[in-house]
């Protein structure tokens, strides 16, 4: 059974960082991609950024520039370092993670971007 524990949501200004963690636990998997989605009030779920086992990155047009996303496959774990935030940026933000066929969900972390 794996798990996905994301972390550091929060309250922040426009123009503000934020950097979210997600951590995948469990043992006898290796993860392919690892990525975060994220959904605002009365909107569907978008992609916001994917980064493959081996480092190969995507990103949403809306954050390219601003959000970077990295991993440290020793520790199944994936970052996503926010910068420049803007109150669209306001969501639900979930981390995911690929396994052979399977796409795992976290439970999600608030991200709030207002004055």
């Known amino acids: 059974q794996v798990q996905l524990v994301e972390s550091g949501g929060g309250l922040v200004q426009p123009g503000g960082s934020l950097r979210l963690s997600c951590a995948a636990s469990?043992?006898?998997?290796?993860?392919?991609?690892m990525g975060w989605y994220r959904q605002a009030p009365g909107k569907q779920r978008e992609l916001v950024a994917v980064?493959?086992?081996?480092?190969?990155?995507t990103y949403a047009d809306s954050v390219k520039g601003r959000f970077t996303i990295s991993r440290d496959n020793a520790k199944n774990t994936v970052y996503l370092q926010m910068n420049s935030l803007k109150p669209e940026d306001t969501a639900g933000y979930y981390c995911?993670?690929?396994?052979?066929?399977?796409?795992?969900w976290g439970q999600g972390t608030q991200v709030t971007v207002s004055s």
């Open positions: 469990g043992s006898g998997f290796s993860i392919n991609a």
């Open positions: 995911t993670a690929t396994i052979g066929w399977d796409m795992y």
């Open positions: 980064i493959t086992n081996r480092g190969t990155t």
